[in-house]
Nanobody, 117 residues
């Protein structure tokens, strides 16, 4: 089982990044997919989520209107399009897969996003 994030990096305030999370080793379409982020010394916080069929998405208030989550069940990949980035978005972003109707879940290794001029 693997979740591999990519797409992080350094961007100026107001810029955009697109994170990807590629899944392998499990039935991707049975899983709700989520993004979390965690800054040093802080608790990991939920950022966004999408249902297994991609039909419903939800976002934390801090990112609503700026971030868009999507998934491609054929490519077994989920995405987080981040626009209008702010300094406070700087942190490590993690993807998580949660199996429907079970407590089974997997985490990716994280990707660093830095918003700075």
């Amino acid at each position: 089982v693997q979740l591999v994030e990519s797409g992080g990096g350094l961007v100026q305030p107001g810029g955009s990044l697109r994170l990807s999370c590629a899944a392998s080793g499990f039935n991707f379409h049975w899983y709700v997919m989520k993004w979390y982020r965690q800054a040093p010394g802080k608790e990991r916080e939920w950022v966004a989520g999408v249902t297994s069929d991609g039909g419903s998405k939800s976002y934390a208030e801090a990112v609503k209107g700026r971030f868009t989550m999507s998934r491609d069940n054929v490519r077994k990949t989920e995405y987080l399009q981040m626009n209008s980035l702010k300094g406070e978005d700087t942190t490590i972003y993690y993807c998580k897969a949660e199996e429907i109707s079970t407590t089974n879940s997997y985490w990716g290794q994280g990707t660093q996003v830095t918003v700075s001029s």
